[in-house]
């Protein structure tokens, strides 16, 4: 099978997202990086681009210059720059009629988002948001359990995504937490941002339900700080269910642990990025039992994606190269002409819409007195 052809914007020296995309695209051998922009700095472009093995011409001082040379070339482009970037740069691809992956959030803005949404379905291209967490096997069977009703009506949801790593005053997370404090770059909110998309995207994928309206507290703990880092949001969905969802970054001694747990009139899910190799599920009459990513009870259409055999634990790498395996095989089936909608196994540029609508609505209620309004 030929391999696909990509490029990347960001991901230069320094940086941490970028080299994991290269990563867990690697896990399935289906495509090679071939076209860069990788800083914004010449030298350090051209650094790794030569590190990455990639042809001196195909390394460009712009993403402009590298949309319009590779249009016709490139099969997608990754985009792992800061968040005020992510606009620009996907929009110029798009126009170039390339696909795109774009890590999360999808951009600054409503108006952005809408024109992305807009710009992806004009041009007939494929756009993932990579919500990395939602590639866990365990998670695309949360997915399918509920899309078959075996939760019943949903009453209420509880999520979390607590973290210790800018807790202190005058520490600002090396280059990572930097551009993330800073409102120039990362918009009008830090934490909400960085993990509340997670939270908005991880409930939205796992219950189908669609949010109402919010009622959020967003506060700024540390001194020195501009933007929030420590979130509180009240959320009332379409067709009544309700939620809580929390997110911090000055919960020390917490990493990446996002959670999600789901109260249904037959039972209740639970479930935790820390370990993510199982599903806890209890039953209408209080029996617990355990789903592990490897064994029998793991939904047919989530099983799939599972890489290793029980007991050699799959992570976050594989996760992210499962919503690669899915971005693959649409874009060859685009290709060949046998795609279908309903082969899309991946985060979309109208996730990603949802999630810029979230931050902003719980941006709005916090910054009008924590008062409830709609998106």
Not at 95 to 119: F, H, M, W, Y
Not at 305 to 316: F, K, M, T, V
Request: hydrophobic share 35%; charged share 25%; with cysteine.
């Amino acid at each position: 099978m030929k391999k696909l052809n990509y490029g990347m914007v960001g991901g230069g020296p320094g940086g941490f997202i970028g080299d994991a995309h290269r990563r867990a695209i690697n896990l399935d051998g289906q495509a090679q990086l071939v076209a860069g922009c990788f800083s914004r700095t010449p030298e350090k472009c051209r650094q790794t681009g030569a590190e990455l093995g990639i042809d001196f011409s195909r390394c460009y001082a712009s993403f402009e210059e590298m949309a319009k040379a590779e249009a016709g070339k490139l099969d997608f482009v990754v985009v792992v720059t800061p968040n005020v970037s992510h606009y620009p740069v996907c929009k110029a691809f798009l126009e170039a009629g390339i696909n795109v992956s774009c890590d999360k959030p999808l951009c600054l803005t409503v108006e952005q988002a809408e024109d992305l949404v807009r710009l992806a379905r004009e041009k007939d291209l494929l756009f993932m948001v990579t919500y990395t967490y939602m590639g866990h096997v365990t998670a695309k069977h949360i997915r399918r359990y509920i899309q078959a009703g075996k939760l019943g009506k949903i009453r209420t949801v509880m999520a979390e995504y607590p973290q210790g790593w800018l807790a202190y005053e005058g520490e600002w997370g090396g280059k990572q937490g930097e551009w993330r404090c800073d409102p120039k770059q990362s918009g009008g909110v830090n934490c909400l941002g960085d993990l509340g998309t997670h939270v908005e995207n991880a409930v939205s994928t796992m219950t189908g339900l669609k949010i109402r309206r919010v009622l959020a507290k967003l506060d700024t703990i540390v001194p020195g700080r501009v933007l929030d880092d420590n979130d509180a949001v009240l959320v009332e969905f379409e067709g009544g269910a309700t939620g809580v969802y929390w997110t911090s970054q000055v919960a020390i001694g917490r990493d990446n642990d996002l959670a999600v747990r789901i109260y249904g009139e037959n039972g209740s899910i639970e479930w935790k990025q820390t370990e993510c190799e199982k599903v806890l599920m209890v039953s209408r009459d209080g029996t617990l039992i355990e789903r592990h990513r490897g064994n029998g009870g793991i939904e047919p259409e989530a099983a799939k994606y599972g890489r290793l055999p029980s007991g050699h634990s799959e992570g976050w790498l594989e996760s992210m190269g499962n919503l690669y395996r899915s971005f693959f095989e649409c874009i060859r089936a685009k290709a060949s002409g046998c795609f279908a909608p309903d082969m899309i196994d991946f985060p979309t540029v109208e996730d990603g819409a949802e999630g810029v609508r979230f931050v902003h609505a719980c941006l709005k209620s916090s910054e009008s007195g924590n008062i409830w309004v709609d998106l």
